[in-house]
């Protein structure tokens, strides 16, 4: 059974940073897409970033480019979002994601597996 834990999120003032991590474990996903998703409360979950397997490839929603970047371990079995320049408007639950490709994240918006999810809240 595949198991995404979420780390790092909390609270932090409009234009400061922080690094997200997710962890893996039950399996290596070495050959998955992973990504992040984020929801607000009363609104839909939305894709934010994206990475292939080999990280070769990267997606990104128009309202984080430039401030975020994804990355991968894969010795780890880690994923990691770097969120630089956060705005209020980044508020929201923070959901770490894999699917067996990349398609499957940025078309299908349907995942195999789902993190439980931390909490990001930028402050005035």
């Known amino acids: 059974q595949v198991q995404l834990t979420e780390s790092g999120g909390g609270l932090v003032q409009a234009g400061g940073s922080l690094r997200l991590s997710c962890a893996a474990s039950g399996r290596n996903l070495i050959s998955y897409a992973m990504g992040w998703f984020r929801q607000v409360p009363g609104k839909e979950r939305e894709l934010v970033a994206v990475?292939?397997?080999?990280?070769?490839?990267?997606y990104y929603a128009d309202s984080v480019k430039g401030r975020f970047t994804i990355s991968r371990e894969k010795a780890r079995n880690t994923l990691y979002l770097q969120l630089n320049s956060l705005k209020r408007e980044d508020t929201a639950v923070y959901y770490c994601?894999?699917?067996?490709?990349?398609?499957?994240?940025?078309?299908?918006?349907?995942?195999?597996?789902w993190g439980q999810g931390t909490q990001v809240t930028v402050s005035s």
């Open positions: 990475i292939n397997w080999n990280g070769g490839y990267t």
């Open positions: 994601a894999a699917g067996q490709n990349t398609g499957v994240l940025v078309i299908q918006r349907s995942p195999d597996y």
